[in-house]
């Protein structure tokens, strides 16, 4: 499967944006999938995933309660709903899917990779 994802811009703090992380290939449905973010000189961290199994969402605890992702089977593509930005959320965001049925929050765990889009929040 080939991920795509996009939505990424520059916002200001308190702002939101909405992440999609489009899939070709194959059906999303078949996959766990996840969001990551990396900052400037920090490793890669696991920001929310939802598994393909029976639809269970997790979240990275910086995020919980401001971030929200979901599938839209008929697009084929999972999104993740950003509010409350803060400037501690800039970083490149990444989709990722895992052939494992429940949530991964690992990023060996993950079998394919989309090329990351920028996320920029301004204070």
């Known amino acids: 499967v080939q991920l795509q994802a996009s939505g990424g811009g520059l916002v200001q703090a308190a702002g939101s944006l909405r992440l999609s992380c489009a899939a070709s290939?194959?059906?999303?449905?078949?996959?766990?999938v996840g969001w990551f973010r990396q900052a400037p000189k920090k490793e890669r961290e696991f920001v929310a995933g939802?598994?393909?199994?029976?639809?269970?969402?997790d979240y990275a605890d910086s995020v919980k309660g401001r971030f929200t992702i979901s599938r839209d089977n008929a697009k084929n593509t999972v999104s993740l709903q950003m509010n409350s930005l803060k400037p501690e959320d800039t970083a490149v965001y990444y989709c990722?899917?895992?052939?494992?049925?429940?949530?991964?929050?690992?990023?060996?765990?993950?079998?394919?990779w989309g090329q990351g889009t920028q996320v920029t929040v301004s204070s």
């Open positions: 939802i598994a393909w199994s029976n639809g269970r969402t």
């Open positions: 290939g194959r059906s999303l449905n078949n996959y766990a």
């Open positions: 990722a899917a895992s052939l494992f049925k429940g949530i991964v929050i690992g990023k060996s765990g993950y079998d394919f």
